[in-house]
């Protein structure tokens, strides 16, 4: 290696570790009794802005999934997300269900039943994935779990502003790191498991699967 390409070595290394600097520098600022309370180490913080830079990379993807819920049901079928806001959950039959983020609402429709429920995405869970820029270290956002084990990365967060809302769990494959499954827990404490198959980043995909019109007024909780 020769002394120019040491040099630019050596600068990269040197702005990797101002960044790392300044992230710590925030994370002290906005979350020091979490940190604590998780006992963070530099590795730990490391890996955070890793996953946070990760996640906000991803702007399109497309998967079948493997979903299970801790009140015993099971269910596949194909999800997109275009972000932001964007999701589309397509199950297989026989559960007759899917669900769309449109951007502002997350609209629920069950053609079994024939109904069509709407809720402002901004109220669940499923916004903390969907948003356009996710950081960990901003007031909007509590980090309440973090752990590492053989290949695979864990965290888990909340909406500061309602931290009963809900929880979601990101769960990571690490060498390289990709997101691969994410787990929600509910207000009524209901935890769904959505395990991504053979995901693809990316990819052009066509904005109608996030569009739908109700054919009839839908319930909108807000």
């Known amino acids: 290696m020769n002394w120019t390409q040491r040099l630019k070595r050596l600068a990269r290394i040197s702005l990797a570790a101002l960044a790392l600097s ?3 520098g925030q994370l002290n600022d906005a979350h020091a009794v979490i940190a604590r309370t998780l006992n963070l180490s530099k590795e730990d913080i490391a890996d955070l802005v890793r996953i946070e830079n990760q996640l906000n990379g991803i702007k399109t993807m497309q998967a ?32 007759l269900i899917t669900v769309i983020a449109d951007g502002s609402s997350l609209i629920y429709i069950d053609k079994e039943m024939d109904q069509v429920t709407a809720v402002l995405l901004s109220l669940t869970p499923a916004e903390l994935l969907l948003r356009n820029d996710l950081s960990l270290v901003s007031n909007e956002i509590l980090v309440t779990g973090f752990k590492r084990s053989p290949g695979v990365i864990r ?28 787990a929600i827990t509910d207000a009524q404490g209901v935890k769904t498991t ?18 739908y019109e109700t054919p009839h007024p839908a319930q909108v909780d807000n």
């Open 22 to 24: 300044a992230f710590i």
């Open 194 to 211: 959505v395990s991504l198959l053979g995901p693809r980043f990316g990819l052009p995909l066509d904005q109608q699967l996030f569009e």
């Open 64 to 95: 079948r999934f493997l979903q299970v819920s801790s009140n015993g049901t099971y269910s596949e079928g194909q999800i997109y997300l275009s972000r932001p806001g964007r999701m589309r959950i397509e199950y297989d039959p026989p559960v």
């Open 155 to 182: 965290i888990s967060l909340v909406k500061a502003d309602d931290p009963l809302e809900g929880q979601l769990t990101l769960i990571f494959s690490d060498a390289p790191l990709e997101l691969r499954k994410w």
